[in-house]
T-cell receptor, first 116, second 113 residues
């Protein structure tokens, strides 16, 4: 176990709805990254938060947004859900300062989202 | 654009066979390389990583990987696989100042007892 937790574990939504996914980072980690993993694919980087600021973003539309809180936990919000948003959403925490600026990311179990 | 390719999508082996999973990346500068494993029903777990120094790195559960800079490769190896190694294996790369981890599509390994 990595100490990274995510909630909920599973979620079913309908097209057009909004969803919020949550992540608690491992103790001592100040960076949270979010990934989308479609079936049979590798994870795709959505964005990263470092000390409550967005610190990099992948090729995802603005309807994917996030927050990081002072305790370094994080939320991923997706508005106007589409069928293609169905995937496993992974959260990873890391602490760049502990490894000279290079990150080892530790993953949570993920939230499986199904959009109908 | 930076990319990671894993050569084998599906691999089937018998127990005690040797394993080598290929990983190549496209970036000419400094890279940091990772192999992650995802056992059935479990979350992604770090297997091993290369940051600098000895290009032959050893990870958990008897796995090792060799970074060959001239070939842009970071292949994963294990001399003798076990049934419990059945899992999905992902190669991932941090390239340069890019803050995102770039992933391969994964290799599904099935080990028959």
């Amino acid at each position: 176990e990595t100490g990274v937790t995510q909630s909920p574990t599973h979620l079913i939504k309908t097209r057009g709805q909004q969803v919020t996914l949550r992540c608690s980072s491992q103790s001592g980690h100040n960076t949270v990254s979010w990934y989308q993993q479609a079936l049979g694919q590798g994870p795709q980087f959505i964005f990263q938060y470092y000390r409550e600021e967005e610190n990099g973003r992948g090729n995802f539309p603005p309807r994917f947004s996030g927050l990081q809180f002072p305790n370094y936990s994080s939320e991923l919000n997706v508005n106007a859900l589409e069928l293609d948003d169905s995937a496993l959403y992974l959260c990873a925490s890391s602490s760049p300062l502990s490894e000279g600026g290079v990150e080892t990311q530790y993953f949570g179990p993920g939230t499986r989202l199904l959009v109908l | 654009a930076q990319s990671v390719s894993q050569h084998n999508h599906h691999v089937i082996l018998s127990e005690a066979a040797s394993l080598e999973l290929g990983c190549n990346y496209s970036y000419g500068g400094t890279v940091n390389l990772f192999w992650y494993v995802q056992y059935p029903g479990q979350h992604l777990q770090l297997l091993l990583k290369y940051f600098s120094g000895d290009p032959l790195v050893k990870g958990i559960k008897g796995f090792e990987a060799e970074f060959i800079k001239s070939k842009f490769s970071f292949n994963l190896r294990k001399p003798s696989v076990q049934w419990s190694d059945t899992a999905e294996y992902f190669c991932a790369v941090f390239a340069g100042n890019n803050r995102k981890l770039i992933w391969g599509l994964g290799t599904s390994l099935a080990v028959n007892p």
